[in-house]
């Protein structure tokens, strides 16, 4: 019987895996991934390990939810070190509470590995600072996954500085509507950010009243707020690292190379 690893991937480069999530990785007899999981990531799994694409379709999340609960259970009778793994933090919108819940309830032992959040560190490395004294003195999380003209469940976060909402690309038109009707103003300072902190980042800035004339595709994190304006004093900064992605590569597979040493001792 095996022991279960819930683990965060992080935001998507491999060198910002924890060293922890590194290690099972190399280890792992088999891993049960979702969509947003890197390929960079999974080439640190350990070579002949079970791999499962577990990624969610929309509008069959409940089936493919059931799925994967059994398979879990199925590797874990069958192999020691089994992995589900999850882009950012596992306990952030990504239904890691539900499944340990769901494990620990049937028995099985079950380890929580955290991860690097996209919700702070893809705004980080845009440029986008999601706290800021004397411009942010607070931020919020929010899942873009609403019920249709559901406009009232934002207004508790209408006020405050920072919104960082996480699977709100298809909704982002609505959303920015509810928050205008609630209060905030039509030129607070909007930014998606897609596929953030790989070379595939893009950074689309606009604003609330704007939203609508914008293309954005998923995956996305939208920031709302005046921390958004922060990203031009940073852009030297950005520039900067923009130039070292192959330094950042070299990085990571370094990274890789250190994760099978220590797996193979």
Known sequence: MGLIHIVGAGPGRADLLTVRAARLLALADAVLYDRLVSAEVLELVRPGAEMHDVGKEEGRQEEVQAHILELLEDCARRHEV????????????????????????????????????????????????????????????????????????????????????????????????????????????????ENGTTERERVVETTLGAVADVEVSAPAVMVVGEVVRLRRKNADWRLAMRGNWKVLADISAAGRAGAAAAAAE
């Open 82 to 193: 089994v992995v589900r793994l999850k882009g950012g933090d596992p306990r952030v919108f990504g239904r890691g509470g539900e499944e340990w819940a769901w494990l620990a309830g049937r028995g099985w032992d079950v380890e929580v590995v955290p991860g690097v959040s996209s919700a702070v560190a893809v705004p980080a490395l845009a440029g986008i600072p999601v706290t800021y004294r004397g411009v942010a003195g607070g931020f919020a999380v929010v899942t873009g996954h609403r019920r249709a003209g559901s406009c009232q469940e934002w207004a508790a976060y209408a006020g405050i500085d920072t919104l960082v909402i996480l699977m709100g690309v298809g909704q982002r038109v609505e959303i920015a509507s509810c928050l205008m009707r609630l209060g905030k103003d039509a030129g607070t300072p909007v930014a998606f950010i």
